[in-house]
């Protein structure tokens, strides 16, 4: 059956982005470069610093939390490969760092294709000094909030066939996209581009009373923190079937008999099933 999805055709320009993007600002704090600070990086400004301890102090836990959302991300993608996807788009990839989802993914199934996105021009950067010499992956500037825009970016369609099964990551992006923005209408869209066979990958900050306080760090931060209930992350899935054990702490996710940690950040992954022809 053929799939049409919005979005230009060879030869056009990329599409408009209808949120405006960020300019590199040093003297205001960027959750990118706040969670590069958490990791251990140094790609981080002063004022990054001072906003993420900041945070830490409302969330003693969040450095364990960064930690443990980059094990779950990595072991997502060992899964995607496992289940033979061979393309995935990495949605508000964030600054580089060790053991990134291509190098995961191409580890072991080295045709595989990744494309990262993300709307901050220090990840850019970055991103393309580090893939400068990987014909297999590449990184746009293009935002969650603008899913057409992700679609149909051409350099996206230059590696990514919509027609076959694909892995989208959203891994700890969703909570920096407020209600009236359209998170759902964004993941929605995604998913009907998306070919059937195909999986989404998500995590995402869980409310409780920490989270809710330290989202008001991010409130002078590029981009607003927004924490949501466990039944509201679950519906990022819509569509989706989710692959045991279900939307859970990220640090249980496909790790048998590991010891729970009491952190409020939950992923999970889902699969499009095949459609299903009537008559």
Request: one cysteine or more; hydrophobic letters at 35%.
């Amino acid at each position: 059956m053929n799939r049409t999805v919005d979005g230009p055709q060879a030869g056009e320009t990329t599409p408009q982005i209808r949120f405006p993007q960020p300019e590199y600002d040093p003297d205001r704090p960027n959750p990118a470069r706040m969670y590069d600070y958490y990791l251990g990086g140094k790609d981080n400004t002063s004022a990054d610093r001072k906003a993420a301890e900041e945070a830490i102090k409302r969330v003693p836990d969040l450095r364990l939390i960064a930690r443990e959302n980059r094990k779950f991300l990595q072991r997502t993608v060992r899964y995607l490969r496992a289940v033979g996807i061979r393309q995935i788009i990495d949605i508000g990839a964030g600054l580089p760092t060790l053991t990134n989802t291509h190098q995961v993914a191409q580890k072991r199934a080295p045709k595989t294709r990744v494309v990262y996105v993300d709307n901050d021009p220090l990840v850019l950067a970055n991103g393309h000094a580090l893939l400068a010499t990987n014909d297999r992956t590449t990184i746009i500037q293009a935002d969650l909030r603008d899913p057409d825009g992700i679609i149909g970016h051409p350099e996206l369609k230059k590696l990514i066939d919509w027609e076959e099964p694909v892995g989208v990551l959203a891994v700890a992006v969703l909570h920096f996209v407020r209600d009236d923005e359209g998170p759902y209408e964004s993941v929605a869209k995604l998913r009907a581009a998306m070919a059937p066979g195909s999986y989404l990958v998500l995590s995402h900050a869980e409310l409780n009373q920490q989270t809710q306080h330290a989202a008001k760090v991010y409130d002078e931060a590029s981009a607003p923190g927004v924490p949501r209930a466990q039944e509201e992350i679950e519906r990022f899935f819509s569509g989706f079937q989710l692959v045991r054990p279900g939307l859970v702490p990220v640090s249980t996710w496909r790790r048998p008999g590991y010891r729970a940690l009491e952190i409020p950040f939950l992923g999970g992954v889902g699969r499009k099933p095949e459609e299903v022809c009537h008559g």
